[in-house]
């Protein structure tokens, strides 16, 4: 018979977070959305802005709830509801039929980790100590996914103009045979991180293991609560964004690529920035690239697939040519700055000033 382990009040950890007084913006959203509908600006920032905390909680129910499993399995949780967010945002998006904010958010959330997270995280440790090391195989192996990932945003644009298709049937399955085989590469990645391989992926310094502070019960109760309310705001968040980006002047691209990617990341970059502080760079790198990795080879894929059952045209995987070239300098300077397991906090510099261009350029993009 086994019992569970002691466990702090939820409740009070909860709300001894600093993000937790964000949680008052879930019911705020909520409330305005019913009574000022109109308001879609307002909506569109605030339920932004809920995504924040919610996607935190959701973090630390899913991180309690693996203490509670294999850690294979706990890997998986982490995996299947890292990047619920996006997945939801992603999904009644489709539903609106907003197919560009949707692969305009996936770009942006790519670049979010890569070179807003990760070159905040690197300036900051390397401001508070010179140099700090990572493990470089871990890393390289994350980029060269990515590489992966940036490869198969480049050859549906190549058939695209090479065929001239003009977004036809056969445009369509190139794009779900193509999330087919990412998906299974994916699979692949996870078998060989979390198993083969899992010893020499491993940080440098190990750590002593955590406990869960958290029963089982508790941490299931705040990870189903947790997805419902992200539900419940993305659903609000994709009925805003059309009106709220052509009232505030903005393209959807810039939308998408920048202001939906900011909050919707923002959980992780604060996890990611609070490791580098902590001098654990394995873990900042490790959730900035895997953050980036899943987005690239799990939700990309996953909602081309789903986008055939949510009542409007398929998806694909044509982007546009500047996301193809933002992502691909993006995934060369990564893997460049990473690949040698050191970090200073010039880098960190070097990767934002690569978001800031990026940024001014995606807003100067005429909608």
């Given at each position: 018979?086994t019992t569970e382990?002691?466990s702090?009040?939820?409740v009070?950890?909860?709300l001894g977070s600093?993000?937790?007084w964000?949680?008052?913006?879930f019911?705020?959203?909520?409330v ?7 308001h879609?600006?307002?909506?569109f ?7 924040v905390p919610l ?20 890997a998986?949780?982490?995996?299947t509801?890292?990047?619920a967010?996006?997945?939801?945002v992603?999904?009644f ?5 907003l197919?560009?904010?949707?692969k ?5 959330s790519?670049l979010?980790n ?5 070159g905040?995280?690197?300036l ?5 100590k010179?140099t ?11 980029a060269?996914l990515?590489?992966l ?8 644009a ?5 065929a001239?298709?003009?977004g036809?049937?056969r ?5 779900f045979?193509?999330s ?6 994916y699979?692949?990645?996870?078998l060989?991180t ?6 020499l992926?491993a940080?440098?310094h190990?750590?002593?293991?955590e406990?869960?502070a ?6 299931l109760?705040?990870?189903v609560m947790?997805?419902c ?20 002047g903005l ?5 998408g ?9 923002a ?6 920035i ?6 654990r ?15 690239a080879?799990f939700?990309?894929?996953?909602l ?11 998806m694909n ?10 992502l ?5 300077i990564?893997?460049?700055?990473a690949g040698?397991?050191d970090?200073?906090?010039f880098?960190?510099?070097q990767?934002?000033?690569?978001y800031l261009?990026?940024?001014v350029?995606?807003?100067?993009i005429?909608?």
């Amino acid at each position: 018979m086994t019992t569970e382990l002691p466990s702090r009040s939820v409740v009070s950890d909860i709300l001894g977070s600093r993000i937790s007084w964000l949680l008052l913006l879930f019911p705020i959203t909520v409330v305005v959305d019913v009574l000022l509908p109109g308001h879609k600006i307002w909506i569109f920032f605030l339920s932004a802005a809920a995504l924040v905390p919610l996607a935190h909680l959701l973090s630390v129910a899913t991180e309690q709830m693996s203490f509670h499993t294999s850690p294979t399995i706990g890997a998986l949780l982490n995996v299947t509801f890292g990047n619920a967010g996006e997945l939801l945002v992603g999904f009644f998006a489709l539903r609106q039929g907003l197919d560009e904010v949707v692969k305009a958010s996936i770009t942006g959330s790519i670049l979010s980790n890569l070179l807003l997270a990760l070159g905040v995280s690197v300036l900051i440790a390397g401001v508070r100590k010179k140099t700090l090391s990572f493990n470089p195989l871990a890393a390289r192996t994350r980029a060269t996914l990515l590489a992966l990932a940036g490869l198969s945003l480049i050859l549906p644009a190549v058939y695209h103009y090479a065929a001239h298709a003009q977004g036809g049937p056969r445009e369509r399955d190139l794009s779900f045979a193509f999330s087919s085989i990412l998906l299974l590469t994916y699979g692949c990645a996870l078998l060989f991180t979390l198993h083969t391989h899992s010893q020499l992926l491993a940080a440098r310094h190990d750590e002593k293991p955590e406990q869960s502070a958290w029963t089982k019960t508790a941490s299931l109760l705040v990870l189903v609560m947790a997805s419902c309310a992200i539900g419940w705001v993305s659903e609000i968040l994709a009925g805003s964004i059309e009106a709220a980006s052509k009232r505030l002047g903005l393209s959807d691209l810039f939308v998408g690529v920048i202001l939906v990617a900011l909050f919707g990341n923002a959980a992780e970059t604060l996890s990611a920035i609070r490791a580098a502080l902590s001098e654990r760079m394995d873990l900042s790198v490790g959730i900035t690239l895997g953050s980036s990795t899943q987005v690239a080879l799990f939700v990309a894929p996953a909602l081309v697939i789903v986008s055939k059952w949510t009542g409007h045209h398929s998806m694909n995987l044509l982007f546009t040519p500047v996301e193809i070239t933002s992502l691909v300098l993006a995934i060369a300077i990564t893997g460049q700055i990473a690949g040698d397991g050191d970090s200073n906090w010039f880098e960190g510099v070097q990767l934002l000033a690569v978001y800031l261009m990026l940024a001014v350029i995606f807003f100067l993009i005429p909608g």
